[in-house]
């Protein structure tokens, strides 16, 4: 991630707002999700989105990287650590502090640390048999969430007290240091170490979230999965992720549906295929057949002289088409079977249809362990 720009990664410009970078993320993380996305390098470009938005969502980490770029991700350290003198342990040192001094001391203005911020979208993975995902279900489904702290109200501070502003920062989640430099001493922005970016104090915490004004818990949904969803399809329920932040929004779910295959049928789409067999007399005479759907058993009239490989279409006998009301149809494949073994009458009988249509049927009628067989019998 720090070979590439994440604004460059998300295709969004330096001035996007919280809003356009959300957006940006959730149709690039969808495009290349692996589950739905089979490309060998979607998994790597998944990743890549992660770990762009991870920097962008957050104000300390964006405000850090537009003021240095990569290097602010690792803490300043790296090919740069030590350039005036610094321990390893010194943020954002030396020649950090020159190059933010060159370019305007941070660049892209800072967002408000207090601001409401829109919680983390969460994933669920829900298993469908092959019938529910043809006729959808009502199911309940639980995960665990971060959720806003009943006891604070998500304020983080003990009940009857409240965060104060911070009393180093004023507020602004980030303080001036002076450094020297072998240019001279400069002043550099950094986050503050007393609100962690913040730009609150808490004196007295919540004994139930620890400050965090939230607390994982397991939350229970009513799902209504619609009819038609097919593999690798994804749901979006709003407000159904993790608490926002500041009194924001929560998150979204995004649940993931995983279709089974069935033994008897196939779909693409909102058709199904499937396929049956028939004896020769069945294709040559023609006869009414009886032909599994996934809507129930129903009757198929096959023509005389129907050929193996046939493909009959059963209107209305698919699979919904999603968000609609429409149904789709399924094709049944019709396959004459050759039978492997004969009755007396049933090979006196082929003999006289093959002599009465002029052919001359030179018969294989058993193979040579068989002869063998036959004739220790015989003794």
């Known amino acids: 991630m720090a070979d590439r720009n994440p604004y460059d990664v998300l295709g969004v410009d330096k001035n996007a707002s919280d809003d356009d970078i959300r957006k940006a993320f959730r149709k690039l993380s969808k495009k290349y999700h692996p589950d739905l996305n089979k490309a060998p390098d979607a998994e790597d470009k998944f990743k890549e989105v992660n770990a ?35 321990g390893a342990g010194d943020q954002f040192g030396g020649f950090e502090d020159i190059f933010s001094q060159f370019f305007g001391g941070g660049g892209a203005a800072r967002q408000n640390p207090n601001a409401p911020r829109q919680g983390s979208d969460l994933q669920y993975r829900m298993d469908l048999t092959f019938e529910e995902g043809v006729f959808g279900k009502k199911t309940n489904i639980s995960y665990n969430r971060e959720e806003e702290c009943s006891t604070c109200g998500g304020s983080g501070a003990k009940p009857g007290t409240h965060p104060e502003t911070c009393s180093k ?8 240091v002076d450094r020297q ?48 969803v097919e ?10 992720g993790e608490a926002g932040t500041n009194g924001g929004p929560y998150g979204d779910l995004y649940i993931v549906f995983h279709v089974a295959p069935s033994k008897e049928f196939r779909r693409d789409g909102s058709t199904i295929y499937a396929s049956v067999n028939i004896s020769f007399p069945q294709a040559t005479l023609g006869d009414e057949i009886k032909v599994n759907t996934v809507h129930g058993p129903v009757k198929l009239n096959v023509p005389s002289g129907t050929q193996t490989g046939t493909t009959f279409r059963l209107r209305g006998k698919g699979a919904p088409v999603l968000n609609s009301k429409s149904i789709g149809d399924e094709k049944v494949t019709v396959n004459i079977v050759t039978p492997r073994k004969l009755s007396g009458e049933q090979r ?11 052919d001359k049927v ?18």
């Open 52 to 86: 762009a938005y991870e920097i962008l969502k957050d104000p300390q980490k964006r405000a850090q990287y537009d003021q240095y770029g990569s290097a602010g991700m690792n803490g300043g350290q790296g090919g740069f650590g030590g350039f005036n003198g610094a």
């Open 181 to 228: 430099t072998p240019l001279g001493r400069m002043r550099t922005r950094v986050v503050c170490d007393v609100c962690n970016g913040t730009g609150k104090e808490i004196k007295e915490k919540c004994n139930i979230c620890h400050g965090s004004g939230k607390v994982n818990e397991k939350h229970e949904l009513k799902v209504t999965v619609p009819a038609g």
């Open 231 to 240: 593999d690798g399809q994804q749901m979006r329920l709003d407000g159904q």
């Open 362 to 379: 030179k018969e294989k009628d058993s193979n040579f362990f068989n002869k063998v067989r036959d004739a220790f019998k015989g003794e």
């Open 348 to 358: 006196s009988a082929l003999k006289k249809f093959a002599e009465a249509g002029g």
């Open 169 to 176: 920062c004023h507020g602004s989640g980030y303080v001036e």
